[in-house]
């Protein structure tokens, strides 16, 4: 009886692939093994989106989260973080680099930690606040466009504030801000329990207010 003999294969590199019992198993294609990992393309080139501007005029706290998300997407690191930031800038909110240092521009934590300090919603509390109490609806602004610029000037003015006491708050400044006599009194009657329903009553009163006048 003949003895079974053991062939090994060896690869270019010299190094023993598999051992097989099969004298024909060397012409089998050899099993290909790639990379797990792949380096992240926001490494390199230009980035994938990037940051609208910020003059000092908007959210700043909706303004970060947008502007974190981005630079997850792009993988930036710390230090083109604060440079995308810093290159975003615009007006008012551009002067904020004159105030700092060199190394504090290209510090994401100082940069950031100053634009807060200017531009946060906890800052200027008393401002929208003046704002919600002189604010009236427009000749051509619709009753939920009115209800939504309400909603989000209380949001800024009151930015601690729990939700039921931003509904109940953005309810009381939205009837007031309605301007029509006989609408405010429609919509005080029916007692609504949050701007949500007071817009609904609004509505329905414009509505018909605009038919019978038709």
């Not at 970060?64 to 993988?75: D, G, H």
């Not at 401002?127 to 610029?149: G, T, V, Y």
């Not at 400044?173 to 009194?185: A, M, P």
Request: with cysteine; proline share 7%.
């Amino acid at each position: 009886m003949m003895k079974r003999r053991n062939y090994e294969y060896r690869g270019r590199s010299g190094i023993n692939t598999r051992e097989q019992t099969n004298p024909f198993s060397k012409f089998l294609p050899i099993e290909t093994k790639y990379p797990e990992k792949c380096e992240a393309p926001g490494n390199r080139g230009r980035p994938n989106v990037l940051p609208p501007p910020f003059d000092g005029t908007g959210n700043w706290n909706d303004y970060m989260v947008q502007f974190e998300l981005i630079a997850e997407l792009n993988v930036w690191d710390q230090v083109q973080k604060a440079l995308y930031l810093a290159a975003s800038l615009k007006g008012q909110a551009r002067a904020i680099l004159s105030d700092l240092d060199s190394t504090h521009r290209r510090d994401y934590s100082q940069l950031s930690a100053a634009l807060s300090n200017r531009f946060s919603p906890a800052n200027q509390t008393q401002l929208f606040r003046a704002m919600l109490k002189n604010r009236a609806r427009k000749p051509d602004e619709s009753i939920p466009q009115l209800a939504q610029e309400i909603k989000r000037l209380t949001l800024r003015a009151y930015p601690e504030a729990p939700y039921e006491t931003i509904e109940t708050l953005a309810r009381d400044y939205f009837i007031d801000s309605l301007g029509d006599t006989d609408t405010k009194w429609r919509v005080y009657q029916s007692r609504p329990r949050n701007l949500s329903d007071a817009v609904v009553v609004a509505v329905a009163t414009d509505l018909k207010r605009n038919s019978t006048d038709s």
